[in-house]
Structure formats: structure tokens, C-alpha cells
């Protein structure tokens, strides 16, 4: 009888916090609901910006995380998110190549061919030519065969277009094969300086086969298919940042580091600490990264992020790049904005039809948002106009979507930062190093008798290609700043980021020269 009695209480308890839980959620709805649609976006804009916070602690970690990353990837194959791939390129640049070489640069929605003629140390780049081709999106959806057979039959008409002004000094003759530099921007495990097997499709490719693959092999038998003059020799298979390491390094030799900061997001360095079953003669060899698939703990993702990277083309992989990468900074705006339209009704009542279109808003058109700094945010209205069909904003909500621009955008750059220092810390520049080692463990502090003067730090200088880094201002300004922000003063002032425009494709066929079968006459 006491047993049921106290049954009944218990359910009678439980039904009440049921009612008041009920009761709770409905008072926060009504007190939600008579707030103004801007006010709610607020509040969302808030939590986002809560969750995308990037406080110098955190970069400090991250960046810490980065080289601890690179030394796992670089002691075991699969040892981190980093694969940290050897590119076989012991050589690099150094101004006295000769030769007229070619250039193919694939990586994102168009490729790049070009011709370059090279001098030697006087002359240097004599003359050079290029085409960009643009690819069409099925060719992204369809097959490796459909795709290289384009870029070949492109390639060849482009090639059959060279003028004997190229023939200068360099003894060709129209018979004679081409040496080519192919830049590939997707992640490839090389078995060679000229082979190398596709590891995945990234930056929206969605080819259904291809992985596993020989990406020399494809590009030859597409050539072969097309048959006839010219003939090309790939002399060098190689990453869009090994390309822009080489082109700085042809005139600068303290160019170390190659990065992109374009639609997608990647590094190479020099190491010169290599594991033992990485034998060159130099001791040092270039290793691509693939930074965009690093991941950590402290990375600020937030449920966006997350929704994103679920409905992406490859799930799980390439966590860096997805918060980095400038294919996705306009996306992410463009899922806050409409979970700002749908919860919060920031828009009124217009469709959301366009705003519901995953990767309509572009990051140049973003970018463009980003730097109206107009009193009344004109050019935020017309973009909104232009892009989601969403007439008619006032003030405060053109307000609310330049700041949510500008939030992703902070994000992105201060996380790059913390990629570019975490890569000089794994190379003992980034003027803390003495201290701190990659293992991340303090050495035991020395006394001041034991102290040694720090070597002086070497200059470093950072080649660097990529749209959003060259045509997103703030973009460049945040990222700036956040480097110096994390770096010793000593170090800050020997670290140089220069922008080396277009140097994947000039420096994929300097490196072709370098690895010419006709002449050899490079050093590291
Ligand atoms: C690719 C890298 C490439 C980077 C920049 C990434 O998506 O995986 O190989 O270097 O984009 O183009």
C-alpha cells in the first residue's frame, strides 16, 4: 500500500517538473518572440561569434598542436591528419636554369598551361606565356579519363602555338619532346619526383575514380590518345605550394615555406630533419603538408561548421581547410544568415529560395560585403540583392551580416596565422623554439650561467599564392597581425610573407628545368 502510494507521489512529482519544464520553454519563447528579429539575430550572431573566438591562448595552442602534428605525419605514415608528404624534391631553383619548359597547373575550377623560357642567372624568366581554362562542372562530376582528355587536347593546342621566339638560345627544334612541370594540386602520394598515386579528390571534385591512380600515367595516356605533335616528358609531379616554394626560391634562397591561401588551404617546407627511411643526399627534401587536413581539439568549430562539413563532399577530412579555405568562407556566412532568416526572421517575410542554395554566395562577393565600410552599407545591400534576391534591408541587419562576414573572415586569417607559426616552430624560427621544443615540453630552465646567447634567427620568407590572401584585404590584415601577435618580436621582424603571384605554375616549370633530363645545374 506505502510501496503504490509512493509510485503515485513520484509520478505526480515527475508530471509537475514536466509541466513547469513546459512552462519555462514557452515564458523564454514568448519573452524571444517580443524581441525584434534583429534583436534574435543578435543573440545568434552572439553565440556564433562565442564559438568562432580566437583569443591568443587558443592560436598559442593550435599552433603548438601544428608542429607536434608534423612530427607525428612525418614519423609514421598515417600518424596524423597531417600526411606530411614527401615530394622527392631535394633541389630547388637557384636562378641558373635554361631552357624553354612547360607548365600545367590543375587544381581548382580552371587549370593553367604555360610556356616559359629561362635565361640563366642574367636573364632569368625571359619570356613567358599562359592560358587559363576554365572547367566546366561536369567534367568535375565525371570521369579522371573525360577530365585529362580535356586538359590534354587544351594543353596541345597551346603547344602547338609556340613561336620561335621560345627557340632562343636553347637548340629545340618542333620535333623534339617538351619537358613539362604538371602542378596537381590534390593531395598525392609520390613515389617519385615525376609518379604519384591521387590519395582523394578535394575542392569540390567529385571524379568517381581516379584515387589510387598514377596522375603522370593518366596525363600521358591522355596525350597518347590525342596523338601527334607535341610530345611532353613530365619531368616533375608536384603540389601548387611546392610550386610557389620553388618560384620564390629561384630568386630569393631564404624562401623556406610555399603556401596557399586560395579556394583551398595548404603548406610546404623545407625539412631538414627528415625520418631515417627518407634518405637524400642534402639531408633535407620539401613536404607537402596537406595542412588542410589538420585537426585539433582547440580548433573553434562550431555547429555550423559541423552541418557543413556533414553535407560536404568528403566528410570528416580536410577539418582545417573547411574553416580556412576561401571555397568555404562565403558558405558558412551563408548558413548563419539563414539560420538567421528561419529562426530569427532577419529578413521579414521574403523567399529564402536563393539563400537555401549551398554555395551561392562566392568568397569575392563576400569580401566585397566585408569591405563596404559606406555609412549605410550600401554595397552589403546590393550584394544581398544580387546574390539571395533579399531587397530591401535596413540599416541594422546590412549591419549584422557585415559583421557576421567579418567574424568568418577573423576566424580564418587568425587560424592561418597559427598554421604559419606552427610550421616555424617546427623549424626552430618562430624565437621561442630555444625554449620550447616540438614535443611541446618545457626543457628544464637553465641558469643564467648556463645560458647560452640564442643563435641569431635566420630571415625567413614565406612564398605565398592564393586568391583570398591576394585580393581579400582584411583578410591579409588579420592574418598579419595575428602572426605578430604569437611571435617573439625577434622573430617577427626576420619572417617576410610574400605574396608571389601566379608562382605555382612559373615555378613548376623552373623545377621542370631544375629536373631536366637535358641539364642539370640547381642546389638546394
Ligand atoms: C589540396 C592541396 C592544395 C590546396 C591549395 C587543397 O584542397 O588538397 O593539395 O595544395 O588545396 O590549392
Redesign the pocket.
Known amino acids: 500500500m506505502q510501496e503504490q502510494m509512493a509510485k503515485m507521489l513520484i509520478s505526480m512529482a515527475m508530471a509537475c517538473a514536466a509541466v513547469a519544464a513546459v512552462a519555462a520553454v514557452v515564458m523564454v519563447w514568448q519573452k524571444f518572440q517580443k524581441h525584434s528579429p534583429c534583436e534574435q539575430a543578435l543573440v545568434l550572431l552572439y553565440e556564433f561569434r562565442h564559438a568562432c573566438a580566437t583569443p591568443l591562448h587558443v592560436l598559442r595552442q593550435i599552433s603548438e598542436h601544428m608542429a607536434l602534428e608534423m612530427q607525428a605525419g612525418l614519423d609514421q605514415p598515417g600518424g596524423s591528419q597531417l600526411t606530411m608528404l614527401p615530394t622527392f624534391i631535394e633541389k630547388l631553383p637557384n636562378g641558373s636554369e635554361e631552357g624553354l619548359f612547360y607548365a600545367l597547373d590543375l587544381?581548382?575550377t580552371n587549370f593553367r598551361v604555360l610556356r616559359c623560357l629561362l635565361g640563366g642567372p642574367e636573364a632569368r624568366v625571359v619570356k613567358q606565356e599562359h592560358e587559363e581554362v576554365p572547367i566546366p562542372r561536369q567534367l568535375m562530376l565525371g570521369t579522371s579519363e573525360e577530365l585529362f582528355d580535356f586538359i590534354a587536347m587544351r594543353l596541345i593546342t597551346f603547344m602547338q602555338r609556340e613561336g620561335p621566339e621560345f627557340h632562343r638560345g636553347c637548340n629545340l627544334n618542333d620535333q623534339q619532346i617538351r619537358e613539362l612541370g604538371l602542378t596537381?594540386?590534390?593531395?598525392?602520394r609520390q613515389t617519385s619526383i615525376n609518379t604519384g598515386i591521387l590519395i582523394?579528390w578535394?575542392?569540390g571534385f567529385k571524379i568517381t575514380d581516379g584515387v589510387g591512380k598514377d596522375v603522370v600515367t593518366m596525363l600521358q595516356s591522355a596525350m597518347d590518345r590525342q596523338k601527334g605533335w607535341p610530345q611532353i616528358r613530365v619531368a616533375v609531379l608536384i603540389?601548387?605550394?611546392v610550386g610557389t616554394l620553388a618560384g620564390g626560391h629561384y630568386w630569393n634562397d631564404d624562401v623556406m615555406i610555399g603556401m596557399?591561401?586560395?579556394?583551398?588551404?595548404?603548406?610546404?617546407y623545407v625539412e631538414g630533419n627528415l625520418p631515417n627511411d627518407i634518405q637524400t643526399k642534402s639531408g633535407k627534401m620539401v613536404v607537402?603538408m596537406?595542412?588542410?587536413?589538420f585537426w585539433s581539439s582547440h580548433l573553434p568549430r562550431t555547429d555550423i561548421d559541423e552541418q557543413l562539413d556533414n553535407e560536404s563532399v568528403n566528410p570528416g577530412d580536410?577539418a582545417f581547410?573547411k574553416l580556412i579555405?576561401g571555397?568555404y568562407l562565403g558558405e558558412i556566412v551563408r548558413r548563419l544568415l539563414l539560420k538567421m532568416a528561419q529562426e530569427a526572421r532577419l529578413f521579414g517575410g521574403v523567399t529564402l529560395t536563393k539563400l537555401k542554395q549551398p554555395f551561392i554566395l562566392v568568397t569575392p562577393e563576400m569580401s566585397k560585403m566585408h569591405a563596404d565600410d559606406s555609412p549605410d552599407l550600401i554595397v552589403v545591400g546590393k550584394v544581398l540583392r544580387d546574390v539571395f534576391d533579399i531587397g530591401q534591408t535596413e540599416l541594422p541587419v546590412r549591419r549584422i551580416v557585415h559583421i557576421v562576414c567579418d567574424t568568418v573572415t577573423k576566424r580564418s586569417a587568425r587560424l592561418a596565422a597559427a598554421g604559419i607559426v606552427g610550421i616555424l616552430k617546427k623549424i626552430g624560427r618562430d624565437g621561442w623554439s630555444d625554449e620550447v621544443g616540438v614535443s611541446g615540453t618545457l626543457k628544464p630552465l637553465r641558469r643564467n650561467s648556463e645560458r647560452t646567447a640564442r643563435p641569431e634567427l635566420k630571415r625567413t620568407i614565406v612564398a605565398m599564392d592564393?586568391s583570398l590572401y591576394e585580393h581579400y584585404n582584411r583578410f591579409r590584415i588579420y592574418m598579419q597581425a595575428a602572426v605578430h601577435e604569437l611571435l617573439s618580436e625577434a622573430a617577427a621582424r626576420k619572417l617576410v610573407i610574400e605574396l608571389s603571384k601566379d608562382g605555382?605554375g612559373v615555378g613548376a616549370s623552373i623545377l621542370a628545368a631544375c629536373h631536366s633530363e637535358r641539364k642539370h645545374s640547381a642546389h638546394t
Do not use: V, W, Y
Open positions: 587544381g581548382g596537381f594540386s590534390f593531395p598525392i582523394q578535394t575542392k603540389n601548387d605550394t596557399i591561401l586560395g579556394a583551398g588551404a595548404n603548406a610546404c607537402n596537406e595542412l588542410g587536413g580536410a581547410e579555405g571555397m592564393g605555382s
